[in-house]
């Protein structure tokens, strides 16, 4: 039985994570995620769907490498706040490209671009965890 309490207890805060890290990365953006997904942003939806996949696995490697659920959310922070600072960093380093308006604008090559460097920083910073 306490397995199962465990079982139960890790996947709830693992949505509640998952959840979590979803809300935090739409209000970094100017724009309502939700609404130009409605709209059928094609750019916006690959660039979330980045961000979706690159939180699951940090999620789930510090889910699987970690004993506690609160190291398993240590870790998660620690991934999560790379995966921000990825992001804060790439605009930087791109200062001819706004990001969030070419999302918004449905420039999909800017969505793949994102989405790679969000899934490529997750699967980086996922080796990272112990």
Request: net charge neutral; aromatic share 12%.
């Amino acid at each position: 039985m306490t397995e199962f309490v465990n079982i139960v207890v890790s996947v709830v805060v693992i949505i509640v994570l998952q959840m979590a890290g979803m809300l935090i990365f739409s209000l970094m953006t100017p724009f309502n995620d939700l609404e130009e997904l409605k709209k059928g942003n094609s750019a916006v939806g690959l660039a979330f769907g980045g961000k979706f996949l690159s939180t699951a696995i940090i999620l789930g490697v510090s889910a699987y490498t970690n004993t506690t659920i609160w190291h398993m959310m240590l870790w998660f922070a620690v991934g999560y706040v790379i995966l921000i600072a990825t992001y804060w960093i790439f605009e930087l380093l791109t200062p001819g490209l706004r990001i969030s308006e070419h999302l918004q604008k449905g420039n999909a090559a800017v969505g793949v671009l994102l989405f790679c460097v969000f899934l490529g920083t997750g699967f980086a910073v996922s080796s990272l965890i112990i």
